[in-house]
């Protein structure tokens, strides 16, 4: 029934848009690299120069996001950012895994450590976890990416922020363009854009369907995605918004990790307790919010109010306290509700170039689950054995400070203060226990940076920061006694961070690099699994240390090359684990998931008549996948048959596209080719995973084709 929807929609746009009077498209808007002192970016609270930003932040426009590129996740563009990794499960049960300097590196599923945002729209909740449900990456213009500890910027779980930015309407009046792409494993993917303006007004709308069997065993996906966005202009000073947008994902299978021999026996199987226990999930979610930006003389004044639902089957391989059995797992039913207030406001005082700039404002959020656990037959659930209503509210002023006490330096400053409120309402008391209760988790957290901005070729910075991050919910509600409630020992974790860097740009060439130091207490870690299911501690203390260097040039107008290397330091300084009536020091181990060398090269060619061509390949070292070292996945340093291997020497991707007129409509085919070489690696990791079961492999060598068609109506002037 979805796919009829879809199909009808289609058709329904197509048609009348064929009689529009068409306009080229704007191939050379789409290709165009703004010189570094030129870029603006929104991610730091303000409209601001990159120059005069004391932070490292990296920014991927619409080509990178759209040219031939499938659509279907992040690692497609953020790997070219320094100090940025993500890692592909290719399981659409669970979000990859995003990890900036190595916060978030521990999430198995979702996203942790950072704040994510969509169209100035937070997609983290106020426990700190973020999901991507409503992100179609089909749908995103711009990305930009804040490296470090932002938490006095965005509160809790800011080691980075990540501020995404969908599609917003041309000059034009109206526009329509309809893109289809199918490839390996049974992708299927179909969307439809409409844009248009008319006077004050201007909205977009893109929906979009896809399919995708997967290369494993038990790894099938089917979801619906729509994202409506609109602007009006009240006068000239008053800009209105809304935003929109609704997921409905009825089918994600969850193959689960492998050990390492099924990963060298058979590496498109799935886990044997995942197909026997159903596992995977049924999830839709909307979201809607309503903004308003007023402008003054002196700057102007914002206010979003949003409010999202969100409804979760989720059928798990893990076992339940009671009832063992073959086909017997765990299944989870979250109802979640979840409304937000921000307000803000960036106004200049004084004149001249030392005037002072504030930005300040309060984040206020409350979220609201109702939690049902039950011991479950083949996925069919038959018996509570938890049922609690959780809530956290945030609350979270902020005020920051920008001066320029002579032309050529610029100061930023700023404080924030966070208070997370979690309580929790045990509704089963049949167990004889009441596991409610109540905890307040607060911070304070600052930042102080300095740039200097006199010259474009040469642009140090240095700034220092903190932040902190609390548990979420589901950190908080899996205890190992298996009983409801939190478990209060559970603290937040709080890091300072130093970060020393320089950018530039000489001639065509635009070059970043960037050293820095984190010193994280009470770290948040997976360190057990009782009866298959992870619980959390704090870990003690983690130094991340790394060096980020970027690089990107223009040999010939129609040829771009580009490379990126991160070299991530990540140890655990103290991490002391009881095991029975001994303690285990992990003292000096890495932290597993992320390589401790990660580079990037590529190039983008083209337009020449049309044609252009895209090429990256990425090489890594060698990684754990738990606390203790003792799970290795080779890099290319390493190499052995009897051990997982990793990214290694490279893997290569490789995109065509053409772009032109045809019969008065612009049109795009496109082709890509994922891992060129065909190689056999491992592409993420289930930390600290039960029986050794830690590995996800990628697929071998895999395609995609497709096209996009579009028309646009030219302005009348």
Do not use: C
């Not at 499938?70 to 890692?87: C, K, M, Q, R, T």
């Not at 602007?231 to 929109?244: E, H, M, P, Q, W």
């Not at 040999?555 to 029975?580: A, C, D, M, Q």
């Amino acid at each position: 029934m979805r796919g009829l929807f879809v199909v009808a929609y289609l058709t329904s746009v197509a048609i009348p848009v064929a009689a529009q009077q068409p306009a080229a498209a704007d191939s050379a808007k789409r290709d165009s690299v703004p010189t570094l002192p030129e870029l603006t970016v929104t991610v730091t609270r303000q409209d601001e120069k990159i120059l005069r930003t004391p932070n490292a932040i990296g920014v991927v426009g619409t080509r990178d996001l759209q040219g031939a590129q499938a659509g279907l996740g992040l690692d497609e563009s953020l790997a070219n950012i320094p100090g940025v990794y993500v890692a592909n499960r290719y399981n659409y049960s669970l979000d990859q895994r995003l990890s900036i300097r190595g916060f978030g590196s521990r999430a198995n599923f979702g996203l942790r450590g950072v704040k994510v945002l969509l169209d100035g729209v937070p997609q983290t909740l106020p426990d700190g976890q973020s999901q991507l449900t409503n992100v179609d990456f089909g749908n995103l213009e711009r990305i930009e990416v804040l490296l470090g500890s932002s938490s006095s910027l965005y509160g809790n779980a800011s080691g980075g922020v990540l501020s995404m930015t969908s599609q917003r309407p041309g000059e034009g009046p109206f526009s329509q363009s309809v893109r289809m792409e199918g490839g390996s494993f049974g992708l299927f993917k179909i969307g439809a854009r409409t844009m248009g303006r008319s006077g004050p007004a201007s909205g977009t709308l893109y929906v979009s369907h896809t399919n995708v069997d997967g290369f494993r065993q038990n790894s099938a996906t089917d979801f619906t995605q729509l994202n409506l966005g609109g602007n009006y202009l009240v006068g000239s000073k008053t800009d209105l918004g809304v935003r929109f947008g609704y997921t409905n994902a009825p089918e994600a299978d969850n193959p689960g990790a492998l050990t390492i021999n099924e990963l060298l026996t058979n590496p498109d199987s799935a886990a044997a307790n995942n197909i026997l226990r159903k596992a995977g999930k049924d999830v839709s979610q909307g979201q809607l919010a309503f903004t308003v930006r007023q402008y003054n003389d002196h700057g102007h004044f914002d206010a979003a109010i949003f409010g999202f639902s969100r409804n979760l089957k989720n059928p798990l391989a893990n076992p339940p306290p009671q009832g063992p059995g073959p086909t017997i797992g765990t299944y989870i039913e979250i109802d979640r509700k979840v409304g937000g207030l921000r307000l803000a406001g960036d106004q200049r005082f004084g004149s001249g170039a030392r005037g002072v700039r504030l930005v300040g404002g309060v984040d206020l959020q409350r979220m609201r689950d109702d939690r049902q656990n039950w011991r479950a037959d083949a996925g069919v659930p038959d018996t509570t054995i938890l049922k609690q209503q959780e809530t956290v509210t945030e609350v979270g002023p902020f005020l920051q400070a920008h001066w320029n006490p002579v032309p050529a330096i610029a100061v930023s400053s700023g404080v924030r203060y966070d208070a997370v409120n979690f309580d929790v309402e045990d509704e089963h008391l049949s167990d004889g226990t009441d596991n409610s209760g109540s905890q307040t988790m607060s911070a304070w957290s600052g930042n102080v940076g300095v740039a200097l901005v006199s010259d474009p070729r040469i642009s140090p910075y240095v700034n220092f920061s903190n932040s902190f991050e609390t548990p979420t919910t589901t950190e908080l509600a899996n205890q190992p006694n298996s009983t409801g409630g939190f478990n209060t020992s559970l603290n937040p974790q709080r890091a300072l961070n130093g970060e020393l860097g320089v950018r530039g740009t000489v001639g065509k060439v635009t070059y970043s690099a960037t050293g820095y130091l984190i010193r994280i207490e009470d770290a948040i870690v997976q360190y057990r699994e009782v009866g298959g299911r992870a619980y959390f501690t704090n870990a003690g203390k983690v130094h991340n240390d790394g060096l980020e260097f970027g690089l990107e040039g223009r040999v010939l107008p129609e040829l771009r090359l580009f490379g990126n290397y991160t070299y991530s330091h990540f140890r655990y300084e103290e991490y002391r684990i009881k095991n029975g009536l001994a303690v285990d020091t992990l003292d000096g181990n890495k932290l597993p998931g992320v390589p401790e060398g990660f580079a990037r090269l590529g190039l983008r060619a083209g337009p020449v008549k049309g044609f252009a061509l895209d090429l990256d390949h990425t090489i890594a070292t060698s990684m754990y996948a738990d606390d203790r070292n003792t799970q290795l996945v080779d890099g290319f340093k390493q190499s052995s048959d009897s051990t997982a291997q990793g990214i290694g020497k490279g893997v290569t991707n490789l995109r065509i596209s053409w772009e032109g007129q045809v019969g008065g409509a612009w049109v795009r085919p496109f082709v890509g080719v994922n891992n060129l070489w065909g190689r056999s690696y491992v592409s993420s990791l289930t930390l600290n995973g039960t029986f050794g079961r830690v590995y996800e492999p990628a697929p071998e060598r895999n395609y995609y084709i497709g096209g996009e068609i579009g028309w646009a109506a030219r302005r009348q002037d």
